[in-house]
C-alpha cells in the first residue's frame, strides 16, 4: 500500500503530461492545416480577408475567434503568399500554472493569379 501510495502521484503527472502533449500536437496539426488553406486561398484569390476567412473556416470556432492571422500577398504571379497563424494558448496543467505559449503556423504557396 505505501509503494501505490508513492507511486501514485507519478503516474497521475506522466497521464496528464500526456494528455497535455496530444492536445497541444493536435491543436498545432489544426493550425497548420488551416495555414496551408489560407496560403492556398491566398495565393488564387487577391483579397487578403478572402484568406483570413478560410483559415478561420478551417478552424473550430471557439479557436478561429482567438487566433491572428497575417497574410503577404505580392501583387505579381509566381510571387510567394505567406500566411501566418498565431494562437496565445494556456497549457491546461495545473501543475505548471496555466502556463501561456504562443502556437503558430507558417504555410507558403507561390501565387497562381
Not at 497521475?12 to 495555414?35: D, G, M, N, P, S
Not at 488553406?37 to 478561420?56: C, I, K, M, Y
Amino acid at each position: 500500500m505505501v509503494e501505490f501510495a508513492l507511486v501514485l502521484p507519478v503516474v497521475v503527472l506522466v497521464l496528464l503530461a500526456v494528455v497535455e502533449v496530444t492536445v497541444v500536437a493536435r491543436t498545432q496539426y489544426e493550425l497548420v492545416h488551416a495555414a496551408r488553406e489560407g496560403a492556398r486561398t491566398a495565393a488564387t484569390v487577391a483579397d487578403p480577408s478572402r484568406a483570413v476567412l478560410a483559415v478561420q473556416a478551417a478552424l473550430d470556432p471557439a479557436v478561429a475567434r482567438r487566433v491572428k492571422v497575417t497574410v503577404a500577398r505580392p501583387g505579381t504571379v509566381g510571387g510567394s503568399a505567406v500566411v501566418t497563424v498565431v494562437l496565445p494558448y494556456r497549457l491546461g496543467a495545473v501543475i505548471l500554472g496555466g502556463l501561456k505559449v504562443d502556437m503558430r503556423a507558417r504555410a507558403v504557396m507561390r501565387v497562381e493569379r
